[in-house]
């Protein structure tokens, strides 16, 4: 007689980011959590690889899944994949972040570096 297995949470398939994110667009904030568990990491790691610094890249990150929530119904999953999306937005937030952080010269502009 074979034996049964009994699927539990932790045998099932996890959920597809696309699917998270249609959740998050219903306003489910527990799938908000779960895709900051996925890619939390991930997107921090970019934060920080342009910042160098723990405390904005962690509010870069804030900001990123901040906009993911708000910006869930007009996600075309066609266009993007999920990660690629939250990685090119924490991305390009580190990078404006990188910039507003540069000291300015006296001439009020920003100093250019090795200048």
Not at 11 to 30: C, F, K, S, V, W
Not at 58 to 77: G, I, L, M, Y
Request: charged share 30%; proline share 4%.
């Amino acid at each position: 007689m074979a034996k049964m297995v009994r699927w539990t949470r932790k045998h099932e398939r996890p959920m597809p980011n696309a699917e998270l994110i249609r959740r998050m667009a219903r306003g489910d904030r527990d799938a908000l959590i779960e895709l900051q568990q996925r890619l939390g990491n991930t997107v921090y790691a970019v934060a920080y690889g342009i910042l160098i610094a723990p405390d904005e890249a962690a509010r870069v990150v804030s900001e990123t899944f901040d906009e993911a929530w708000s910006t869930a119904a007009s996600f075309d999953q066609l266009c993007h994949k999920v990660d690629n999306w939250l990685i090119t937005r924490a991305r390009d937030r580190a990078r404006e972040r990188a910039a507003s952080l540069r000291p300015r010269n006296s001439g009020g502009k920003r100093a250019r570096p090795g200048a």
